[in-house]
């Protein structure tokens, strides 16, 4: 953990006049080449340490043979891989009473500070956008086997035990990683921006959970060396009991994945609450701030959980516990509550950062305020508070608590009411706009889209005797793409589209843009929409053979998953190309919006702000004749001390 | 609907775009709302071949009929602000300043609200009155189908029959406890009679889907789960996993078929005594709710125990490929 024993590098005005020394060659210096080299001798270390200790086990059939050194072995290169990063040198320094070398963010410059442990959230945040876009990238990747091999009904071009395995890590991959998705790049880089901070409340904690991710991806993708796990993105327990090497990578790369997801909603709590500029009251605060609030919330509280049940996962493989065997006192219902009481608020950790972005974007590009600030603000925090007591939906027919169906028919239905809120704050933000089709426009509208069908079909879902036919099928499999896809996908699309100039002052091309978004819009729904159909046709997920009268749909589904597919490639064309050789200029403020970030150089300067500013208004303010300017960003001295005796603690 | 109870407008040379929208939405919804009902509803899964069945038809067309009107209103809006309220080329203004309207979200939050609880009431009464509708209810069920419980089945009477299913890597067995708990790899029902599956497992977790029977239940290891169902109509069944159980889980599926209820009758004693004298319901395990399969009764001892634990968690039925399908 990182203390803060030096409070006055939280002020605005320290800043180290000296440099000592020169620093040492890149080589020489932490960073992902030693990390690497870390973590590779950190698994040996492990894997040898897990032989020496599981040596005198009887090789019972509770396990597989060497699951004890494989998951030290994971374990140990993982702390190796931080070591090597940078992770602990100043947690050591500390430790033996050196002082803390001055980590000043304008001596970080040049494309290297990107591949290291810093402590600016600027950085950290393009980190994640590129690394998010790489796992994004390889999870499609899956998809597309997943699409070829059902192709035909029944096996042709992928086994069995790989179909599952690409079945697998492409969900695991999409769940996990894109948890971040929106909250990695944008609210690691807009969070302290928009309530006109400095930096971030814990910018050690927030580099750990961007470095945890590739560790994460790493470890969930050796899996496939061990054949893959059988058990989806669920990882339900007899099954996973049963299954080979490749589950323990599962269950370590999730709950690593879910530390990094912890210290990042734990950095952003702090952050929102202790960070904001003068004069930035809760009631002032950007809708994507509350999000991000909210999310953060959900991930404290739930995704503890889900760390807990893969370490007891891992406990059964391994040191022969029975948590999860029914045969021995164990119980396979309690994984699956363990597993959906985190699965379910992490439905809504994807989805509530997509309304974020989306509510700055419409309020932008209709040149209005948002419409019912309040409601969006309520609404978030209603599906936030909503969403813990709606997960025994996944598990209506399970045989756990039948007779409580009602009640989570009831939760899962009311949830519907905030995120109804979502859409009447766009709605009525409409009303009477002046609308721009930008691109961020166009995407934030096909989110309404997608995000109505999803929505509605997930009303289908929480009707019991509905859901007896639904529960399983296709039919969940196209809502949740529909609201996560559709959705949280679309919705990080808007951002790049909308935040790219922001974030590195080059802006994307606007024709390949627009060619990307229609492709992508078409072709989501011609892949989607038709699964819905297959569902309530009887086509189960998950599998690779299916009735034969269904082949035509499956082919379609296919075809326009693979066009799909083409789409997000013309994104990364367009991404590479722009930001490598075409490289438009785009400073100062293009959408003419008004919140916070705007008002800055593009790309910020290394601090943000020169002088913490003070904020005089709400950041909607569209179309209000003498509205006042967002923020002073260079108020005199002594007018923050005064700002903050008035604005102290929190008010609405 | 209340989506389309938008502001008042405000200058009157506008014109008035909530009644508009109001209009355009109360025919198209009514349009797809009689569709939905009359030309769709008929055709919808998954049929009427039960009672549970029955019941998820109508409740999906129900949701159909509700949600239409809902999907209708925000997209006409949507499309018609795109067209009415977009930005004329050169046109840099920006739109009036309304920061909310009380009335609007005080309808909205009503509307939306009223809808809910409709659905809450609608499907507890749906789930409740047909018995579960078809779904896993557990081992202790609450909400039971009417028929007398008895150790015999007779055609014509109103006994009800119990099946069990018991699933594992990667078949479905059933077992008639009626019919001196025989055992058959297909599924044979009679017409218009209650029936009672107990769906449990013996390895991992899977989940008996008889779609066209509108029958879902979980089958946990060590778990008797219940569900109820009256086949209505002859036919037959296809019966699949639903829960992924393993590298063949998309070949977990077989039929079942519903018959008359003598010829159900003469199919199951004819099965019981073909079992009988080959020897088969002597070498069967003793009808229970649920199984170990680490116990072989037969020998009258545990497989394998080490260190006092037996082994379990289906490792026992080693995977091995059945016969590609």
């Known amino acids: 953990m990182a203390i803060e024993i030096q409070p006055e590098r939280a002020e605005p005005t320290g800043r180290g006049p000296e440099v000592p020394g020169a620093p040492r060659p890149w080589w020489l210096r932490p960073g992902p080449h030693i990390g690497v080299i870390g973590a590779a001798v950190g698994y040996i270390l492990g894997h040898l340490l897990g032989n020496f ?48 070398p001055r980590h000043d963010p304008a001596a970080e410059t040049g494309l290297g500070r990107y591949f290291r442990y810093t402590l600016d959230h600027k950085v950290v945040g393009i980190q994640y956008l590129f690394g998010m876009i790489g796992y994004f990238l390889t999870g499609g990747l899956f998809a597309m086997a997943i699409r070829s091999e059902l192709l035909s009904p029944s096996y042709h071009l992928i086994g069995p035990n790989q179909y599952l395995m690409v079945v697998g890590e492409h969900g695991t991959m999409m769940m996990m990683m894109m948890s971040s998705v929106i909250l990695g790049p944008f609210g690691q880089y807009f969070g302290p921006l928009l309530i006109g901070s400095k930096r971030v409340a814990y910018p050690r904690l927030e580099a ?14 050796s899996a496939v060396l061990f054949g893959g796990f059988p058990t989806g993105w669920t990882g339900y327990m007899p099954l996973a009991t049963q299954a080979k090497q490749g589950m323990d990578a599962y269950y370590f790369a999730f709950g690593l994945m879910g530390i990094s997801i912890i210290l990042a909603g734990f950095n952003m709590i702090v952050t929102v609450i202790n960070y904001r500029a003068p004069g930035m009251r809760w009631s002032r605060l950007p809708m994507f701030v509350w999000s991000m609030f909210t999310v953060a919330f959900l991930q404290v509280l739930a995704v503890p959980v889900l760390v807990g049940a893969a370490y007891m996962g891992l406990m059964d493989r391994t040191f022969q516990t029975a948590f999860f065997t029914n045969q021995l006192g164990g119980s396979s219902f309690l994984y699956e509550d363990l597993f959906w009481f985190f699965g379910h608020p992490e439905v809504y950790i994807l989805a509530l950062p997509g309304f974020g972005v989306i509510s700055e974007v419409v309020a932008v590009f209709c040149r209005k305020p948002l419409f019912g600030y309040r409601i969006a603000a309520a609404g978030m925090l209603g599906v936030g508070i909503l969403s813990f007591f709606v997960w025994q939906h996944h598990l209506f027919d399970s045989g756990i608590n039948p007779d409580m169906r009602p009640l989570f028919m009831l939760t899962t239905e009311l949830i519907s009411i905030p995120t109804g809120f979502i859409f009447l704050v766009g709605m009525g933000t409409f009303w009477k706009a002046r609308i721009r089709f930008s691109i961020p426009m166009l995407f934030a509208l096909a989110f309404y ?48 589209y909308y935040w790219l100039p922001k974030m590195t002052g080059i802006k ?44 035509t749909l499956n082919d379609w589904v296919s075809i326009s998953a693979f066009c799909l597919g083409g789409s997000i490639l013309i994104f990364l064309i367009n991404f590479v190309m722009s930001m490598l050789f075409w490289r438009e200029r785009e400073v100062g403020n293009p959408w003419r919006a008004r919140s916070l970030e705007w008002q800055l150089p593009s790309p910020p300067p290394p601090e943000n702000f020169e002088r913490v500013p003070v904020v005089l208004s709400g950041p909607y303010d569209y179309g209000v004749p003498d509205a006042l300017p967002v ?14 005796a008035g604005t102290s603690g929190v008010e609405a | 609907m209340t989506t389309t109870e938008t502001p008042a407008t405000g200058a009157p040379a506008e014109p008035r775009h909530g009644l508009r929208m109001f209009l355009i939405w109360i025919v198209l919804s009514l349009a797809a709302d009689l569709v939905i009902w009359f030309v769709w509803y008929p ?41 009415v309220w977009r930005a004329r080329p050169g046109d840099d203004s920006d739109g009036p300043p309304i920061y909310g309207n009380t009335k609007v979200q005080a309808t909205w939050i009503i509307g939306t609200t009223a809808i809910v609880l409709w659905l809450f009431v609608f499907g507890t009464v749906e789930l409740v009155v047909p018995a579960g509708a078809g779904a896993g209810e557990g081992p202790s069920p609450i909400w039971k189908l009417a028929g007398v419980q008895s150790t015999s089945w007779t055609p014509a009477s109103n006994d009800m029959l119990q099946v069990q299913v018991i699933g594992q890597e990667w078949t479905w067995t059933y077992r008639y406890p009626q019919f001196g708990g025989m055992e058959s790899t297909a599924l044979y029902l009679p017409v218009d009679t209650p029936v009672t599956f107990h769906v449990t497992s013996l390895d991992v977790i899977h989940s008996f889907w008889a779609y066209q029977l509108g029958v879902k239940a979980d089958a946990n290891p060590q778990v008797d789960n219940v569900a109820y169902v009256t086949p209505k109509s002859l036919g037959s069944v296809t019966v699949r996993c639903n829960e992924l159980c393993g590298i063949w889980h998309g070949a977990m599926f077989n039929y079942g078929h519903v018959v008359s209820q003598s010829a159900f009758q003469s199919w199951a004693s004819g099965v019981q005594s073909k079992e009988q004298g080959d020897g088969v319901l002597a070498a069967l395990p003793p009808y229970a709710l649920t199984y170990d399969p680490t116990v072989i009764p037969q020998l009258g001892k545990n497989l394998v125990t080490i260190d006092g634990i037996t082994g379990a968690a289906g490792y026992y039925y080693p995977p091995s490929n059945p016969v590609t399908p």
């Open chain 1, 53 to 100: 200790l599981s040596s005198g086990y009887a090789q019972n059939a509770l396990s597989d043979t060497n699951d004890v050194p494989i998951v030290l072995g994971y374990a140990f290169a993982v702390i190796g891989w931080l070591a090597g990063v940078g992770v602990f040198n100043d947690l050591g320094k500390l430790m033996i009473g050196k002082p803390l």
């Open chain 1, 208 to 221: 750990l959970g961007f470095w945890l991710t590739p560790a994460a991806y790493v470890i969930l993708l």
């Open chain 1, 631 to 644: 923020a002073d960003l260079n108020p005199p001295p002594g007018v923050i001390g005064a700002a903050y």
């Open chain 2, 43 to 83: 055709h919808m899964p998954p049929g009427d071949m039960s009672d549970a069945a029955r019941h998820q038809q109508f409740d999906i067309a129900v949701m159909a009929v509700s949600g239409a009107p809902v999907v209708i209103a925000v997209l006409l809006y949507f499309v018609y602000a795109i067209v």
């Open chain 1, 449 to 496: 889209f997608n995000f109505l069908l999803g929505g509605i079909s997930g009303v289908f879902l929480s009707d019991v005797p509905a859901d007896t036919t639904e529960h399983g099928s296709f039919f969940v499999m196209a809502h949740f793409h529909y609201t996560i896809m559709g959705g949280l996908i679309f919705a990080f699309m808007a951002g790049v």
């Open chain 1, 508 to 551: 994307l091309n606007e024709t390949l843009g627009r060619i990307h978004f229609w492709t992508m819009f078409i072709f989501f729904n011609s892949t989607f929409m038709p699964l819905f159909a297959l569902g309530l046709m009887g086509m189960p997920r998950r599998v690779f053979e299916y009735a034969r009268n269904l082949e």
